[in-house]
């Protein structure tokens, strides 16, 4: 494939889209065609069968540039597949199938998320050239450097502040406008975050935040308010530890229409007889919503301050386009790609690692809700 | 449904009496009390809309003002120094590094969106195939172990697969030659796709998982083999739910940073790594960044509002991954 990558390369850009999205497209129908005629039955089939799993393999290996050593190995290993598939009790052609199916899929997780986690780990026990093993000598690091602490602490920063305040107002938002005239366009505006790049959202409030000397005119509109409630400009993302805040800002932002979507539909679920019951028993509207509509919408608020909160913690575009990660607004995922940059591998797994292992308890908990939820429906 | 059913009123004019009636009793109580719930509400909710409005507007407002104006005056006072121009644009489409500028960042970000949307979306759905309609044994065992890793962050994968594209090589033996030879787009469309399977899976093997059984049971009868059940009934059927997904996914590498960071290098990296790059080196040309960062989103920004459904079913569907 390598000839192949390389030549496709060197043609225009959009010329590459349709070449490869054709060779991928001839690819998977060759994979159907020949799993359409695996389970016949007869000697040509047999053959053809034969022929693909022993050529295959090799073929690929092939042309993705391998050793011949390798592709012979996996010549060899087809011709098992083939014998294995051949004497299956359910029928010779059913794995072949189920092989057709899936192993693109199982071969690119292997590769590109299974392995590389098992590198990952092993990496941060190592020195920052992989070439010792060094205990914990990294985690050691990371929590004794005062600037790396500070990573870390940023980072819980992020994720208390981040989930709660997107949510509270995702859901404020979304009780004012409900069964309000324009709904629609209500849920709009405030989506539309959600449809920008962080990149491109950071680029937004930065210049929202930027400052000029008291002596010019504001060109950033924050600047501008303070200077109109007779303050003096403030330079937002220099002043720790709240340049770190106005960082979070941009997130809340950004989330605070996934939260609206999601509460809004939860608010449209509660059932109207049992709003009608706390009306008649005398509640004012403040006690309806606390006793009725947030026990009602208990488990989708969980769905979203979790989700929110999974995205604080891998938070790196923001940090990365606003200050990348100057005056201590650094966080974990920031700081993972900066020790990469500086060639500590070790530190940068060790990182990755940290990262992993608080994103972990949140994620499976947050799965289980889901789960919850489907069943509920 | 009830059992009991209004009682008719024969007479119209009746019928009239009694409507105006209960409007007349009805009409000064529910005005009163809506007023009160929503008048707050309703103000709440439109300083909230402005709020989350206005710094987007104010990019766009940005972008098209002079050079001069920007870096002197503030958008909201458009009107008092009037001026509109272009020129942000096409100044912005030349700037850059000595690799690259916007306009061909551009083209790159679509030259990886479109196949890295693609890709993993097909690989996918024969995969969800797979898992939904051929029984074969430790089936749950393995969809249950590609639904886990979801939880591995980006972040884990990202420099071993470097190496390996560099090398070659898993665990220090070598496989292929480098693929990051090669140049181009390659490496960041491999590092999508891949990283899009979990949730690509997962996802689409709840929609094809519902297809009836009858269905497929009709087909196979009729001497339909796997490759033409997927084919003819099962991606037909699942257009939706593809669809949904083809546009998170579309959103998703199109506003991705962190892998075109470490996989788009030099020549072939999209809009958002240049853009991020330019923030860091001319972070104070805001008659640029504005124009800039306008271009970026406004691919988004159309897909968003033609595509309104299916994108916020997509957004909901993959909003953990990462």
């Not at chain 1, 092993?122 to 005062?146: E, H, K, L």
């Not at chain 2, 024969?126 to 249950?144: C, H, M, S, T």
Request: aromatic residues 12%.
């Amino acid at each position: 494939m390598s000839a192949f990558l390389s030549w496709l390369a060197g043609l225009p850009a959009l010329a590459q889209v349709p070449i490869i999205i054709f060779a991928f497209v001839a690819l998977v129908g060759a994979i159907l065609f020949f799993v359409e005629i695996a389970p016949r039955k007869g000697t040509l089939y047999t053959v053809i069968r034969l022929a693909v799993c022993v050529l295959a393999p090799m073929l690929i290996l092939l042309a993705a540039g391998s050793y011949w050593w390798a592709a012979a190995a996996a010549a060899v290993l087809g011709g098992v597949f083939f014998i294995v598939d051949y004497r299956s009790r359910v029928g010779a052609g059913y794995l072949f199938q189920l092989f057709g199916f899936l192993s693109p899929a199982i071969l690119l997780l292997m590769i590109g998320l299974v392995i590389p986690t098992i590198q990952t780990t092993v990496q941060a026990f190592m020195n920052s050239r992989g070439t010792a093993f060094i205990g914990f000598d990294n985690f050691i690091w990371v929590f004794t450097q005062p600037e790396a602490i500070r990573t870390v602490l940023n980072t819980i920063v992020w994720v208390l502040i981040a989930p709660l305040v997107s949510t509270i107002a995702g859901l404020a938002y979304a009780v004012f406008i409900d069964k309000s005239r324009g709904e629609k366009y209500f849920k709009i505006m405030v989506f539309m975050p959600m449809a920008i790049s962080f990149v491109g959202a950071s680029i937004i409030w930065r210049f929202v935040y930027t400052a000029r000397p008291a002596s010019q005119n504001q060109i950033g509109l924050l600047n501008q308010v303070v200077v109109w409630f007779g303050g003096q400009p403030v330079d937002f993302l220099a002043n720790e530890p709240w340049n770190t805040v106005f960082l979070i800002i941009v997130l809340i932002w950004v989330q605070t229409g996934f939260a609206m979507v999601v509460l809004s539909a939860a608010i449209k679920g509660v059932p109207a007889e049992q709003l009608e019951a706390a009306e008649l028993d005398g509640t004012n509207p403040w006690q309806k919503f606390t006793n009725v509509t947030v026990p009602g919408i208990r488990s989708a608020l969980i769905v979203v301050l979790t989700t929110i909160s999974i995205a604080s913690l891998k938070v790196f575009d923001i940090v990365r386009t606003m200050t990348a990660g100057a005056n201590d607004t650094s966080v974990i995922a920031n700081e993972m790609y900066t020790q990469f940059k500086n060639f500590e591998q070790g530190r940068s797994a060790a990182f990755a690692v940290i990262l992993f292992l608080l994103v972990l308890p949140i994620v499976i908990y947050n799965a289980r809700q889901i789960q919850k939820q489907r069943e509920i429906r | 449904m009830s059992a009991v059913l209004p009682v008719e009123v024969p007479d119209p004019t009746t019928r009239n009496h009694l409507r105006q009636g209960e409007k007349r009793l009805e009409a000064p109580a529910k005005r009163t009390k809506k007023r009160l719930t929503s008048r707050g509400a309703t103000v709440a909710a439109l300083l909230i809309a402005v709020l989350w409005t206005v710094p987007t507007f104010g990019l766009f407002v940005s972008s098209f003002r002079p050079a001069q104006e920007v870096r002197t005056t503030g958008w909201w006072t458009l009107f008092q120094n009037w001026g509109l121009t272009l020129d942000n644009y096409s100044q912005v489409l030349q700037a850059g590094n000595s690799q690259l500028n916007l306009a061909g960042a551009f083209i790159n970000s679509i030259a990886i969106t479109l196949p890295a949307t693609l890709l993993p979306l097909i690989i996918a759905s024969l995969a969800a195939y797979a898992f939904a309609w051929i029984d074969f044994r430790g089936k749950n065992v393995l969809f249950i172990a590609v639904f886990a890793l979801q939880i591995v962050p980006l972040q884990m994968a990202l420099v071993p697969l470097l190496k390996f594209f560099s090398q070659g090589s898993i665990f220090g033996i070598p496989v292929v030659t480098s693929i990051s030879d090669a140049g181009g787009y390659s490496q960041v469309w491999i590092a999508h796709t891949m990283f899009a399977l979990p949730l690509a899976i997962y996802l689409l093997h709840n929609f094809v998982s519902e297809i009836p059984a009858d269905v497929i049971e009709a087909a196979r009868v009729d001497g339909a083999g796997h490759g033409q059940i997927f084919f003819r009934i099962v991606l037909p059927l699942t257009m939706p739910a593809i669809a949904s997904f083809a546009i998170f996914q579309f959103l998703w590498v199109w506003n991705d940073l962190l892998v075109a960071l470490i996989f788009a290098d030099g020549a072939v990296a999209p809009m958002t790594k240049l853009l991020a790059e330019i923030t860091g080196t001319r972070g104070q040309d805001w008659h640029l960044l504005t124009a800039g960062a306008f271009i970026s989103i406004l691919v988004p920004l159309l897909v968003f509002f033609s595509l309104q459904r299916y994108f916020v079913r997509g957004l909901l569907a993959g909003s953990t991954k990462g």
